[in-house]
Structures are given as C-alpha cells and as structure tokens.
DNA sequence: AGATTAAATCAAAAAAAATTGATTAAATGA
DNA sequence: TCATTTAATCAATTTTTTTTGATTTAATCT
C-alpha cells in the first residue's frame, strides 16, 4: 500500500477534470463527430442544410447542435430565421492532438498538410 | 441548400468516427479521468493501490479499468494475483492536445515542462 | 393581420451506461 | 488441502443520455 503522493493534494485537479468531462461527453457521439466533421469541411452552415448533409430529424440535429455548443466545441450565429454554426478552432485545438487535425480542424491555408 | 461536397464522399469518414467516439467515451467520465491522472502521476500502479488512492469500490474500479483498457488508454500486467496499469503514453499523445499534457502524460524525463 | 418557414424546446419513451452487492476464478500461503 | 487474498464478472437496479413527435417562438413574406 504505497502511496508516495498525499491523498489531499492528488484530489485536487477534481475541478479541471470536471470541465474536461463535459468536453469529451460532447465529443463521445459518433453523430456528434460526424456534425464536426462536416462543419469542418464545409465551415459556417445553416441548420437547414445540415438536416440533409447528416440526414436527421430537424429536433435530434438541434438537441446535438446544443450539446457542442455548450461544451464551446462549436460556435452559432443567428441571421434572421437562420442559424449558422461554425467549428470552433481554437477549442478543438486546445484539446485534440495535431494528428486529428485533418478530420475534426479546418485546413489550412497555407496549403501544407498536417498528417 | 448548398451542398459543394456530394453526400457519399463526406458520409466517408464514418469509420473513423466510430473508432474515435469509443476513444472519447472512455474519457468522458470525471472518475475515468482521475484514474488516468493518478496513473500519470505514480506511473505503474496496483489495484490494491488504486481503490484507496481513488476511495471506490473494487467492482466499481474494475468496471472503469476496463473500458479505458479496451479503449487502449492504459495497460495492464498480471503479477501473481496483483494487477498493476499503466497509462499509454502513446494512445493518450495520439489523441490529446499538448497543452493537455500536465494532467494526462507523464512528466518528460528530460526535466522540461510543457505547459 | 394571417400564413409560412426555421429552429429551439418540451415531455414521454427507449436505449445506453453506471452502480451495487454477490459470486467466481485464480494465485498464494499456512 | 484448505483458507485467504486479489481482481474480474455477473445480474439487478438506478441513473443518464438519446430519440421521437408535437408544440412553441420568432422572423419573414404576402
């Protein structure tokens, strides 16, 4: 029964892991990762054509839209009756590794590849 | 509706994604993450060990080693009736963000800090 | 104003994941 | 051999998440 770091100190990242589980909640869903997927490769785009790009029902695309948009993994912009959502960069980045850039972050635009 | 890139190419990826979401499942749980912060902080650790360091039941423990195992996030050796884990520094570096660094892999050896 | 469209919200049902306590299997030691 | 220890597994329950279809809200258009 070893126990070289003190029980007290090694419970307190407890806050962090909290917000990282809200993080890797939203991206544990394969239609989730498929929503991404798309607003990547698309970039900004209206709810109206994603229901057909990822063909699902207009309440379930929005129950997950809401997901990633509360965990900051995605960013929404309202223009009238519109809502457009946008792939959120810089958070994605700040978790996810280089290596899963060509599926889930935006190309880039000096032309090189990243994987 | 605006559609640059035809259905079936985008629909693609898909079998990635699947891959990815049992990854990002395996981290979406506060107490799978404290494991994987205890296990990068003593590195090579016992069961025994581990459910008093976590205070959860041992069922409860086995139950979340085992889907960070399955996952391919940690490891596991069998001593005798002992069962050490260890955190895959490779998977985790795979997957995760350098800034994520601090809180899921090892300290580096060489004595710099990345974060 | 009244009709139409886009998208969020709601409540109920279904599905998936986590918890619990007991049991099992395998290795160790007396 | 028999008792003990470690850790995995199991079945039943609880909790959480997802899905579904209907409703609501808000903006636009005639």
Redesign the pocket.
């Known amino acids: 029964m070893i126990k070289e770091i003190p029980l007290k100190q090694a419970n307190e990242p407890n806050v962090f892991l909290k917000e990282y589980e809200s993080k890797f ?1 939203a991206l ?2 394969e ?1 989730r990762l498929q929503i991404m997927y798309e607003l990547t490769q698309r970039g900004n785009t ?3 054509d994603l ?1 057909e790009i990822v063909d699902m ?11 990633l948009l509360d965990a900051g993994i995605i960013t ?1 912009e309202t223009r ?5 959502y946008e792939i959120n960069q810089t958070e994605v980045s700040r978790i996810l590794s280089e290596q899963l850039c060509c599926i889930f972050k935006p190309a880039r635009n000096d032309g090189s590849d990243c994987c």
Chains 1, 2 share one sequence.
Do not use: F
């Not at 029902?57 to 997901?67: A, E």
């Not at 009238?80 to 457009?84: A, D, E, I, M, Q």
């Open positions: 909640k544990a869903d239609k209206c709810v109206c229901t029902p207009q309440s379930k695309l929005s129950y997950h839209l809401k997901i929404k009238g009756t519109w809502s457009y």
